[in-house]
């Protein structure tokens, strides 16, 4: 098989442009999962303000059941801590830990708990 001058250019432009590519996704791709982005912040923000007050709020009332710690440690807590969390939320967590698991905890409006 004879390979033109034409075919072997246009394989290695084939070559460079997919070099090109596979940059640009890798540059996109750290770009996207930045913690310096602002979007990063926000959420590690809401999450930590979220842990923060909820957690108060179980700890004023005095028991959390089975139900919030799960949502609070699972679904909130953990993906903190993924994402750099730390400080303030783990103390709040540390507290929680101590408490009981129960079935049911009465509901205390916020307004009520000191």
Same mark, same amino acid.
């Given at each position: 098989?004879? *390979?033109?001058?034409?075919?072997?250019?246009?394989?290695? @432009?084939?070559?460079?442009?997919? @070099?090109?590519?596979?940059?640009?996704?890798?540059?996109?791709? %750290?770009?996207?999962?930045? !913690? %310096? /982005? #602002?979007?990063?912040?926000?959420?590690?923000? *809401?999450?930590? %303000?979220?842990?923060?007050?909820? +957690?108060?709020?179980?700890?004023?009332?005095?028991?959390?059941?089975? %139900?919030?710690?799960?949502?609070?440690?699972?679904?909130?807590? =953990? #993906?903190?801590?993924?994402?750099?969390?730390? +400080?303030?939320? !783990?103390?709040?967590?540390?507290?929680?830990? =101590?408490? #009981?698991? /129960?079935? @049911?905890?009465?509901?205390? #409006? !916020?307004?009520?708990?000191?």
């Amino acid at each position: 098989m004879v *390979l033109t001058e034409a075919t072997i250019i246009a394989i290695i @432009s084939g070559i460079f442009g997919l @070099s090109n590519l596979a940059m640009f996704l890798i540059q996109r791709h %750290d770009q996207k999962y930045s !913690k %310096d /982005r #602002p979007e990063y912040k926000m959420i590690l923000g *809401l999450g930590h %303000d979220i842990i923060i007050n909820r +957690g108060e709020y179980y700890i004023a009332r005095g028991c959390i059941t089975k %139900d919030e710690y799960e949502n609070l440690n699972e679904y909130l807590y =953990k #993906p903190y801590l993924e994402m750099g969390g730390n +400080g303030t939320a !783990k103390k709040i967590m540390a507290e929680i830990e =101590k408490m #009981p698991l /129960r079935e @049911s905890c009465p509901h205390v #409006p !916020k307004e009520e708990i000191k």
